[in-house]
T-cell receptor, first 113, second 113 residues
Framework: GQNIDQPTEMTATEGAIVQINCTYQ??????LFWYQQHAGEAPTFLSYNVLDGLEEKGRFSSFLSRSKGYSYLLLKELQMKDSASYLCAVRGGSNFGNEKLTFGTGTRLTIIP | NAGVTQTPKFRVLKTGQSMTLLCAQDMNHEYMYWYRQDPGMGLRLIHYSVGEGTTAKGEVPDGYNVSRLKKQNFLLGLESAAPSQTSVYFCASSSRQGAYEQYFGPGTRLTVT
């Protein structure tokens, strides 16, 4: 089966840096995704990691360690609009093909002035 | 491009009533998905499709049926609604190339009384 853990809530200050962690135990692995979801809206794709290491996209970076079943999303120069839920999702598993994702319950990030 | 669209946006049903949620995508994606999102539970996959005329069960398929008669459309049916089906329903689609990232529709908020 698939098990994905991430903190339920986090708070950070505008202009600062925050790291959101995600750990997973899966029977197979074909990639890890991060999505952003503002309240009342649809999730939107942020990043994808399939190999170990850091992927950087502007203010957002995502890191993956497959041997540790661990990923983090790093947000720099935080802005008020970054207040949202951040969803970690894993693709792959014993009964899963490339086409399906399993999502964690999400981390609600609140940015304070 | 409209991306992924869903109709309706809101609906209130009485227990035992039926309804169909419509999802349409204009990105020529092969894969389409239906999720439900409940507080504290994250996104859970109901059914999915890897191509026109094909469907498969996800994590929580009971009480739902789906059809994919055309590549661009994916319908989710509730034959006899129950209060436990009160949720926000998201449709998503993805290409079978690249990272397979999923693009989500705006969601349908369904209340069953």
């Amino acid at each position: 089966g698939q098990n994905i853990d991430q903190p339920t809530e986090m708070t950070a200050t505008e202009g600062a840096i925050v790291q959101i962690n995600c750990t997973y135990q899966t029977s197979g692995f074909n990639g890890l995704f991060w999505y952003q979801q503002h309240a009342g809206e649809a999730p939107t794709f942020l990043s994808y990691n399939v190999l170990d290491g850091l992927e950087e996209k502007g203010r957002f970076s995502s890191f993956l360690s497959r041997s540790k079943g661990y990923s983090y999303l790093l947000l720099k120069e935080l802005q008020m609009k970054d207040s949202a839920s951040y969803l970690c999702a894993v693709r792959g598993g014993s009964n899963f093909g490339n086409e399906k994702l399993t999502f964690g319950t999400g981390t609600r990030l609140t940015i304070i002035p | 491009n409209a991306g992924v669209t869903q109709t309706p946006k809101f609906r209130v049903l009485k227990t035992g009533q039926s309804m169909t949620l419509l999802c349409a995508q204009d990105m020529n994606h092969e894969y389409m998905y239906w999720y439900r999102q409940d507080p504290g539970m994250g996104l859970r996959l109901i059914h999915y499709s890897v191509g026109e005329g094909t469907t498969a069960k996800g994590e929580v398929p009971d009480g739902y049926n789906v059809s994919r008669l055309k590549k661009q459309n994916f319908l989710l049916g509730l034959e006899s609604a129950a209060p436990s089906q009160t949720s926000v329903y998201f449709c998503a689609s993805s290409s079978r190339q690249g990272a397979y990232e999923q693009y989500f529709g705006p969601g349908t908020r369904l209340t069953v009384t």
